[in-house]
């Protein structure tokens, strides 16, 4: 038994008006859950209310600021799974040596949103509750010009393990995504499909993963009371590419 019904369970996604989070919502929501999701900005937050339609909240908030976090984990109450799924920081897509140092820094923004998100979270959480936090396959999966994702990646993931040790038995998982089509690409404009079908030629799975794949993964670690402390790869098995 892995008790799959998140039926009167409170779930809050933060990073959760597009793209993966959003995916994850939707799928909690049709396991039963309550859920609560997060973002910044006005033009998600619409659109993720368009798509809810009812079946789950919309909030504002920045996985940076205490404030607007801590209004939402109030609102919620007692807290059964906390999900991370925000970008969180600017990345620069270069070589490690042709960045500036606040360049590569900028990236950690990432990690410290989730700690944020983490440490303002934690006194709400159930007894039995779960933090699901999203990574990325860079973080152990180099490319040239991919230092600051491999780094705050890996930074991620290991803040993740620590917490599963230090917080158990609430449990705390990691989904590693690949190259996933979501709103993160569309900075790539008319480029974007073949783009993606560019970075994932050498795939095992040879194309971009959705939302929805990811989301079944974060939904596993969820529901499964006895997974804590790993990751969940759904990465069309870019890591042994
Ligand atoms: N897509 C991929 O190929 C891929 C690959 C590896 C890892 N990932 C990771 O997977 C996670 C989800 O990415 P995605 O592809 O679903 O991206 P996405 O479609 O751009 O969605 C990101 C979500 O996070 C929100 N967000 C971003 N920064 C935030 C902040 N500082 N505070 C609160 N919310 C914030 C966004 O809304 P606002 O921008 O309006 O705040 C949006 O709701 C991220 O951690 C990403 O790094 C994605």
């Given at each position: 038994m892995t008790g799959n019904d998140l039926t009167g369970k409170k779930v809050v996604i933060i990073g959760g008006t597009a793209g993966i989070g959003l995916a994850a919502a939707q799928a909690a929501a049709a396991a039963g859950a309550q859920v609560w999701v997060a973002g910044r900005s006005q033009e998600h937050i619409d659109n993720a209310k368009a798509l809810a339609n009812g079946a789950f909240e919309v909030r504002q908030a920045d996985t940076h600021n205490e404030q607007e976090l801590e209004a939402i984990f109030k609102e919620v109450g007692t807290i059964d799974h906390l999900v991370s799924a925000a970008v969180g920081g600017e990345r620069t897509l270069k070589p490690f040596l042709e960045q500036t140092e606040d360049q590569f820094k900028a990236a950690f923004d990432k990690l410290w949103g989730y700690g944020k998100v983490v440490r303002t979270g934690a006194p709400y959480l159930a007894s039995d509750g779960a933090i699901t936090i999203v990574s990325g396959s860079p973080a152990r999966k180099v490319a040239i010009g991919q230092s600051p994702l491999s780094c705050v990646g890996a930074a991620v993931e290991n803040m993740s393990r620590c917490l599963a040790v230090e917080m158990a038995p609430i449990r705390v998982n990691v989904v590693s995504p690949g190259t996933v089509n979501t709103a993160m690409f569309d900075f790539m404009g008319e480029q974007k499909q073949a783009n993606l079908s560019a970075m994932t030629a050498?795939?095992?799975?040879k194309r971009a993963g959705t939302s929805e794949e990811v989301a079944a993964g974060i939904l596993f670690v969820m529901q499964n009371k006895f997974v804590t402390g790993t990751t969940v790869d759904v990465d069309g098995g870019r890591l042994l590419s």
């Amino acid at each position: 038994m892995t008790g799959n019904d998140l039926t009167g369970k409170k779930v809050v996604i933060i990073g959760g008006t597009a793209g993966i989070g959003l995916a994850a919502a939707q799928a909690a929501a049709a396991a039963g859950a309550q859920v609560w999701v997060a973002g910044r900005s006005q033009e998600h937050i619409d659109n993720a209310k368009a798509l809810a339609n009812g079946a789950f909240e919309v909030r504002q908030a920045d996985t940076h600021n205490e404030q607007e976090l801590e209004a939402i984990f109030k609102e919620v109450g007692t807290i059964d799974h906390l999900v991370s799924a925000a970008v969180g920081g600017e990345r620069t897509l270069k070589p490690f040596l042709e960045q500036t140092e606040d360049q590569f820094k900028a990236a950690f923004d990432k990690l410290w949103g989730y700690g944020k998100v983490v440490r303002t979270g934690a006194p709400y959480l159930a007894s039995d509750g779960a933090i699901t936090i999203v990574s990325g396959s860079p973080a152990r999966k180099v490319a040239i010009g991919q230092s600051p994702l491999s780094c705050v990646g890996a930074a991620v993931e290991n803040m993740s393990r620590c917490l599963a040790v230090e917080m158990a038995p609430i449990r705390v998982n990691v989904v590693s995504p690949g190259t996933v089509n979501t709103a993160m690409f569309d900075f790539m404009g008319e480029q974007k499909q073949a783009n993606l079908s560019a970075m994932t030629a050498n795939h095992l799975i040879k194309r971009a993963g959705t939302s929805e794949e990811v989301a079944a993964g974060i939904l596993f670690v969820m529901q499964n009371k006895f997974v804590t402390g790993t990751t969940v790869d759904v990465d069309g098995g870019r890591l042994l590419s």
